[in-house]
């Protein structure tokens, strides 16, 4: 009786006494489970690599700053994770890190002891930490300083000369081995990309560069700002594979430019929100402030049923989403009326600033 032939060894292995299937697979129930280290509930994570996309001018730098100042600090956030200090590394080629970027972390509230900037050349001129020949001293720098965050400001400046950023080919592996060490040191990397105008295609794909940015990413976060007549800004989850889908955060950002922060964050009820009411043209937009008269005049007495209201604005041509968008911007107030059934709910104006009406 013949021999049986040997089974198949890999080349790539130095132990060759060891099976295929040993040296590239392990069980499921070997692998521990672990819990998402959240730094914003169902937004950010810890030990991930994100992107915070938006508008140009829609202020992704001041919301980065209020950011930091949660990471350093423990500035308060909706969902902000209650653990301890950790540093920051911001990284900038668009802003003036002396003039723009150390004012706004300042009155952002962030403890600068545990803010980083790159450091100068021989010229004065901050180093370019660029990916991938620079991912092994980010490395060092990251276990060195205790970084919990790393800021580029924007994506696409922080790449190694002669890549093509709109290959999926090129930057996927290098996108791949900084998720790696995002992983392994629970640092977060943010990348900030711009968006582009056109709408035609999925938000998540809408950003500047290759797609594959935003599908390698943890979660991709876009700050919408719906009306650049009023400080109001929306902040919505785009696509995450994190498990766990939150609504989005209402905030105002506040002050003069170079020194303003980000105020009055606010949850809003997924349920209602319409992202595509934030991203209206003028045309569109005139129709939201209809609906603002119309609130303003049904409201002018006080406490109305909502479904009055909603009658008046179907009658009207207002739909419901523009309706409450409408309604979350002017800050109109809500309450339930009634115990038991059927009960109903009312709406009413917000109490003129300094009042002592507080109309309930």
């Known amino acids: 009786m013949s021999a049986s032939k040997p089974r198949p060894r890999l080349a790539v292995t130095s132990d060759e006494s060891q099976d295929a299937a040993e040296w590239l697979t392990r069980p499921a129930k070997s692998v521990k489970a672990e819990k998402v280290d959240w730094m914003i509930r169902g937004r950010l994570a810890y030990g991930t690599f994100a992107c915070l996309d938006g508008v140009k001018g829609s202020g992704k730098s001041t919301l980065c700053a209020a950011l930091a100042a949660h990471v350093t600090a423990g500035a308060k956030i909706p969902g902000g994770s209650k653990s301890g200090k950790g540093g920051v590394l911001w990284l900038t080629t668009e802003e003036s890190y002396e003039s723009a970027v150390q004012p706004r972390l300042k009155a ?17 001129v901050p180093h370019r930490l660029s990916f991938p020949s620079r991912l092994k001293a980010v490395r060092e720098c990251i276990e060195g300083l205790s970084l919990t965050m790393i800021i580029m400001d924007p994506l696409s400046s922080y790449w190694d000369s002669g890549l093509d950023l709109n290959s ?193």
């Open 108 to 124: 952002a509230g962030a403890d600068l002891s545990h803010v980083h900037f790159p450091g100068l050349n021989e010229h004065g």
């Open 168 to 360: 999926e080919g090129c930057l996927r592996p290098i996108l791949e081995a900084i998720a790696v060490v995002a992983a392994e040191t629970g640092c977060l990397f943010l990348g900030i990309r711009q968006l582009r105008k056109d709408r035609s295609c999925a938000k998540v794909d809408r950003a500047m560069g290759s797609a594959c940015v935003g599908h390698v990413a943890r979660s991709v976060l876009a700050t919408d700002w719906p009306d650049q007549r009023c400080e109001r800004r929306v902040l919505r989850v785009v696509n995450t594979n994190l498990g766990e889908r939150v609504g989005p955060l209402e905030y105002q950002i506040v002050g003069e430019s170079g020194s303003a922060v980000v105020r009055s964050w606010r949850s809003l009820d997924a349920s209602t929100d319409d992202p595509d009411a934030d991203e209206m043209d003028r045309g569109e937009r005139s129709v939201r402030e209809t609906a603002k008269r119309l609130l303003s005049a049904a409201l002018a007495d006080g406490w109305i049923a909502a479904r009055v209201v909603i009658s008046e604005a179907e009658s009207a041509g207002i739909g419901i989403r523009t309706l409450n968008t409408a309604k979350a911007e002017m800050g109109v107030q809500s309450r339930r009326v009634g115990s038991a059934q059927p009960a109903f709910w009312e709406w009413s104006l917000p109490p003129v600033r300094g009042s002592k009406d507080a109309r309930v």
